[in-house]
């Protein structure tokens, strides 16, 4: 998957987000403001924002995951990435916002190009992080004008049936899944502040914390992790600030003396506490709220800015979670065997409805009772919605799996023991061979870094062009990552690390999961990604080297529609490749399916001949 989504209901028609927004400006001009900036981001800074964070999309109508908007008194800007291009015109009235490129044509930019001299544009310090505040300020003082910290947000001020914060429950996550104790966490993490001379750490992302205190929980669908905060000590001892009122099962047990719960009112007195003692603490400038790091700073402690550090253990998957893995993406392949073979039938005629099949796969998926929820929004787009990167079928949009066309699904599970992201496009009836040739060459950049060998201390950014050289050759290419981390039943997009044009600095090391998913995608027509998660490993050395090398072991268990191959566009090796991973598809699955069902895996998974 691209990148998650949220559930949103439905959509809000113009003439109310043209009313919203004038309401806005009014509210921002009584506080003595010039403008505001509403991100899409609540506390924690996470892709997943529940209903009552969501400003961006209450106030501009845009649901994607990913965005932001600048309001001044005469105009607007929506910002949206790559994935959202089409998406936006859908739901943003074009006519109170401009669209821009939230990583080409940035923020800053529309802001130093706008605000003009001596006007003041605001921002909600608990929804900003200190980069984003030192990059904004720099933008409004380069136009002449300044940047303010508001202490409440307008947004909320006019927003009159904005929901209730979740109360989801809180469970403790198994150590028997989780491959290693809370306390054991704990004092790693803690070494690394001691190390750094720290005396602590507060943490903001809430995947984070369930991580280091072996905890999930419901808040966000999709996402199996509590909103909360955290400080952790030196000493490894956890300030947890979460909701009292949140249900809790058999906590106490499991998290230890150690782990002090508290009202998230409370957080501010915690951080005037370390100041009081001169503390020097942790925060992550690109993922905690400023407002941390003003209480701290107004406080007397001295702030250490510097990554989250349970991101990278956290990324770097033990052997537990590994077997975990890889058991949940064997289950997840007997559910997305008997929904192909289902499909192949079910769409014969032309009456299948994106709704209809998106609804059958995640029927087939909760025959596992280990089966805890989706990883995210299936995205089933049929046609033209397919070549819409993040599409989300709604009522309206739902259309039929028309003979001669093809269908992007793309899925993923969260069980007990793994989380699992897979994408598929397929045929339906007979395709173009202008669909074949465009679906090879993503078939070959999928392979191409499948079984890419690199040394270590190479970064995914350094292995993107893999996946892209075929396309490319063809003058092809396509405006997302390559591939993003994923969580062990946590969040299905998490870093550091990745496979994208963007540089990233982080390293692929043994442990990692990361999905390999290039596309192509012909606005209007359809779209065609092909995605499997696939786990850093270590690979023998090849010829005289012994220089220590990495590679990628495949974790997704599904076929690949070979209907859409064309073998004359392909190496030898590469199909060799897809013949080898059919068959180990087929030998994991095809003991345990139905009569018919393995007759139809033994035909979509045959051996497909070399040029």
Same mark, same amino acid.
């Given at each position: 998957?691209?990148?998650?989504?949220?559930?949103?209901?439905?959509?809000?028609?113009?003439?109310?987000?043209?009313?919203?927004?004038?309401?806005?400006?009014?509210?921002?001009?009584?506080?003595?403001?010039?403008?505001?900036?509403?991100?899409?981001?609540?506390?924690?800074?996470?892709? /997943?924002?529940?209903?009552?964070?969501?400003?961006?999309?209450?106030?501009?109508?845009?649901?994607?995951?990913?965005?932001?908007?600048?309001?001044?008194?005469?105009?607007?800007?929506?910002?949206?990435?790559?994935?959202?291009?089409?998406?936006?015109?859908?739901?943003?009235?074009?006519?109170?916002?401009?669209?821009?490129?939230?990583?080409?044509?940035?923020?800053?930019?529309?802001?130093?190009?706008?605000?003009?001299?001596?006007?003041?544009?605001?921002?909600?310090?608990?929804?900003?992080?200190?980069?984003?505040?030192?990059?904004?300020?720099?933008?409004?003082?380069?136009?002449?004008?300044?940047?303010?910290?508001?202490?409440?947000?307008?947004?909320?001020?006019?927003?009159?049936?904005?929901?209730?914060?979740?109360?989801?429950?809180?469970?403790?996550?198994?150590?028997?899944?989780?491959?290693?104790?809370?306390?054991?966490?704990?004092?790693?993490?803690?070494?690394?502040?001691?190390?750094?001379?720290?005396?602590?750490?507060?943490?903001?992302?809430?995947?984070?914390?369930?991580?280091?205190?072996?905890?999930?929980?419901?808040?966000?669908?999709?996402?199996?992790?509590?909103?909360?905060?955290?400080?952790?000590?030196?000493?490894?001892?956890?300030?947890?600030?979460?909701?009292?009122?949140?249900?809790?099962?058999?906590?106490?047990?499991?998290?230890?003396?150690?782990?002090?719960?508290?009202?998230?009112?409370?957080?501010?007195?915690?951080?005037?506490?370390?100041?009081?003692?001169?503390?020097?603490?942790?925060?992550?400038?690109?993922?905690?709220?400023?407002?941390?790091?003003?209480?701290?700073?107004?406080?007397?402690?001295?702030?250490?800015?510097?990554?989250?550090?349970?991101?990278?253990?956290?990324?770097?998957?033990?052997?537990? !979670?590994?077997?975990?893995?890889?058991?949940?993406?064997?289950?997840?392949? !007997?559910?997305?065997?008997?929904?192909?073979?289902?499909?192949?039938?079910?769409?014969?005629?032309?009456?299948?409805?994106?709704?209809?099949?998106?609804?059958?796969?995640?029927?087939?998926?909760?025959?596992?009772?280990?089966?805890?929820?989706?990883?995210?929004?299936?995205?089933?787009?049929?046609?033209?919605?397919?070549?819409?990167?993040?599409?989300?079928?709604?009522?309206?949009?739902?259309?039929?799996?028309?003979?001669?066309?093809?269908?992007?699904?793309?899925?993923?599970?969260?069980?007990?023991?793994?989380?699992?992201?897979?994408?598929?496009?397929?045929?339906?009836?007979?395709?173009?061979?202008?669909?074949?040739?465009?679906?090879?060459?993503?078939?070959?950049?999928?392979?191409?870094?499948?079984?890419?060998?690199?040394?270590?201390?190479?970064?995914?950014?350094?292995?993107?062009?893999?996946?892209?050289?075929?396309?490319?050759?063809?003058?092809?290419?396509?405006?997302?990552?390559?591939?993003?981390?994923?969580?062990? /039943?946590?969040?299905?997009?998490?870093?550091?690390?990745?496979?994208?044009?963007?540089?990233?600095?982080?390293?692929?090391?043994?442990?990692?999961?990361?999905?390999?998913?290039?596309?192509?995608?012909?606005?209007?027509?359809?779209?065609?990604?092909?995605?499997?998660?696939?786990?850093?490993?270590?690979?023998?050395?090849?010829?005289?080297?012994?220089?220590?090398?990495?590679?990628?072991?495949?974790?997704?268990?599904?076929?690949?529609?070979?209907?859409?191959?064309?073998? !004359?566009?392909?190496?030898?090796?590469?199909?060799?490749?897809?013949?080898? /991973?059919?068959?180990?598809?087929?030998?994991?699955?095809?003991?345990?399916?139905?009569? !018919?069902?393995?007759?139809?895996?033994?035909?979509?998974?045959?051996?497909?001949?070399?040029?």
């Amino acid at each position: 998957m691209i990148s998650p989504d949220n559930d949103e209901p439905g959509a809000t028609s113009f003439a109310e987000i043209a009313r919203r927004l004038k309401a806005l400006r009014k509210e921002i001009k009584s506080r003595g403001l010039d403008g505001f900036i509403v991100p899409r981001a609540d506390e924690h800074q996470g892709e /997943y924002v529940p209903p009552s964070a969501d400003r961006l999309s209450w106030l501009t109508g845009f649901t994607g995951s990913a965005g932001l908007a600048v309001v001044l008194a005469d105009r607007a800007a929506v910002f949206i990435d790559g994935r959202y291009t089409l998406q936006v015109r859908d739901e943003v009235p074009e006519n109170l916002f401009s669209y821009r490129h939230l990583i080409s044509e940035p923020a800053t930019d529309w802001i130093r190009g706008h605000l003009g001299k001596g006007k003041t544009i605001g921002y909600d310090p608990w929804l900003t992080t200190p980069n984003q505040v030192r990059r904004y300020r720099a933008a409004a003082e380069q136009a002449g004008g300044s940047l303010a910290s508001v202490p409440s947000n307008p947004v909320d001020a006019i927003w009159s049936d904005r929901p209730d914060p979740p109360q989801g429950r809180i469970v403790a996550h198994d150590q028997q899944y989780a491959g290693k104790s809370s306390l054991d966490k704990r004092r790693d993490i803690a070494k690394i502040l001691k190390d750094a001379a720290q005396d602590a750490v507060v943490l903001s992302a809430p995947e984070s914390i369930a991580w280091l205190l072996n905890i999930r929980g419901d808040d966000l669908p999709y996402a199996p992790q509590p909103l909360s905060f955290a400080v952790l000590h030196d000493n490894s001892c956890v300030d947890w600030f979460v909701d009292p009122e949140k249900p809790v099962t058999e906590l106490a047990q499991h998290l230890g003396p150690d782990v002090s719960r508290h009202d998230p009112d409370t957080l501010g007195d915690i951080l005037d506490a370390l100041g009081k003692h001169k503390a020097t603490v942790r925060i992550s400038g690109d993922t905690d709220p400023e407002w941390i790091a003003e209480r701290l700073r107004s406080a007397g402690a001295s702030i250490a800015t510097g990554q989250d550090p349970c991101l990278l253990p956290k990324a770097i998957k033990n052997d537990t !979670e590994l077997k975990g893995m890889r058991a949940a993406h064997q289950r997840d392949g !007997e559910a997305l065997i008997r929904f192909l073979a289902w499909l192949d039938q079910a769409a014969v005629g032309g009456n299948l409805t994106e709704m209809e099949a998106a609804d059958h796969l995640e029927s087939c998926r909760r025959q596992s009772p280990k089966l805890k929820g989706l990883s995210f929004t299936t995205i089933a787009g049929a046609g033209p919605n397919g070549a819409i990167v993040h599409y989300r079928v709604t009522p309206e949009s739902n259309r039929l799996l028309e003979p001669g066309s093809l269908f992007l699904l793309d899925s993923g599970g969260q069980y007990l023991d793994g989380t699992t992201d897979v994408t598929r496009t397929i045929a339906i009836g007979e395709p173009s061979d202008e669909m074949c040739e465009n679906f090879t060459r993503v078939l070959r950049g999928h392979i191409a870094l499948a079984t890419a060998r690199f040394p270590v201390g190479t970064t995914g950014s350094q292995l993107d062009p893999f996946a892209r050289r075929p396309l490319w050759d063809a003058g092809l290419d396509y405006d997302h990552g390559t591939g993003h981390g994923v969580g062990s /039943y946590l969040n299905v997009h998490e870093g550091p690390h990745r496979i994208s044009k963007v540089a990233n600095s982080v390293a692929l090391v043994p442990g990692m999961i990361v999905s390999n998913e290039p596309g192509y995608y012909k606005a209007g027509a359809y779209g065609i990604r092909i995605e499997n998660l696939i786990a850093v490993v270590e690979a023998e050395t090849q010829g005289a080297s012994s220089n220590p090398t990495l590679g990628f072991e495949t974790l997704t268990q599904a076929p690949i529609d070979r209907r859409l191959v064309v073998p !004359e566009l392909m190496e030898r090796q590469e199909v060799t490749w897809l013949n080898g /991973y059919h068959a180990w598809v087929r030998a994991h699955h095809l003991p345990g399916l139905d009569s !018919e069902t393995a007759a139809w895996l033994k035909a979509a998974t045959s051996p497909l001949p070399f040029a």
